[in-house]
């Protein structure tokens, strides 16, 4: 079969339910499954060079337009919220889908949209509902977000007003890496700032090799039945991959 045209029918299957199934010599079906669909993602979305993750996603500003990306290849459908400065909506909008990479697409006029709020309206199977849903999203390749969170905001960053002072003209020292400095970065440590119900921290607790303060804290807000308090935490812990097979904190 032509290649082309399997991955035609497969890009039109991903925004829909997926189910394997396996027949009997007469037809009857023995058995069946969901499929998994990452690699078919991968293998359709990000196997050759310039698709979608050589694409630039988020916001993009050029000649007077703003173009807002957002990769989501089983959506069925994916609108845009654009909301005033005091949150107020005005005015939804369709993107339009790529279909070579899975990108969907708006461009509207900066001078309507700069400094504006939006989200995302998706409409989407969902497999823990198996239902098709509607889900509304910021940007996850925000750059600005309003307060909590719960709106990203249009901002072309190359504007003078977002720029500190001097820093069109800062220079970037560069040093040559050495063994000294390799290893210096090796033992560098990282801040993991853990912000999360006191309940979820305890089920993270009991699973990943977290300090021993953390988990002090979490008996303590246990203990006073304060699970439902969000707390933040700062936590020294040393470079290493969340697959290592040790960890140690400090």
């Not at 969000?230 to 697959?243: E, F, Q």
Request: charged share 20%; with cysteine.
């Amino acid at each position: 079969m032509n290649l082309i045209l399997v991955k035609h029918r497969l890009s039109s299957c991903l925004p829909s339910q997926l189910i394997a199934v396996a027949r009997d010599a007469e037809g009857n079906v023995v058995d069946s499954t969901r499929v998994q669909i990452p690699r078919v993602l991968d293998y359709l979305y990000t196997r050759n060079e310039s698709d979608a993750d050589e694409a630039q996603l988020g916001v993009k500003y050029s000649d007077g337009s703003v173009t807002a990306s957002v990769w989501a290849p089983t959506a069925q459908s994916v609108n845009v919220k654009v909301y005033n400065k005091a949150r107020q909506l005005q005015s939804t909008a369709p993107m339009t889908l790529d279909s070579a990479t899975g990108i969907w697409q708006y461009t509207g006029e900066q001078a309507g949209l700069d400094r504006q709020f939006y989200r995302y309206e998706l409409t989407v199977y969902h497999p823990l509902t198996q239902n098709i849903e509607v889900v509304e999203t910021t940007d996850p390749y925000s750059i600005s977000l309003s307060t909590n969170g719960r709106f990203t905001q249009f901002v072309n960053l190359d504007d003078a007003d977002l720029k500190p002072s001097g820093w069109d003209g800062h220079t970037v020292l560069k040093r040559r890496a050495t063994r000294k400095t390799s290893l210096f970065m090796k033992a560098i440590f990282v801040t993991l700032v853990f912000l999360m119900r006191v309940r979820a921290l305890k089920t993270v607790a009991n699973i990943w090799p977290l300090p021993n303060q953390i988990r002090c804290l979490c008996s303590i807000y246990s203990h006073y039945r304060m699970r439902g308090s969000l707390i933040s935490i700062c936590c020294p812990l040393t470079i290493s991959p969340p697959y290592a097979k040790t960890k140690k904190a400090v």
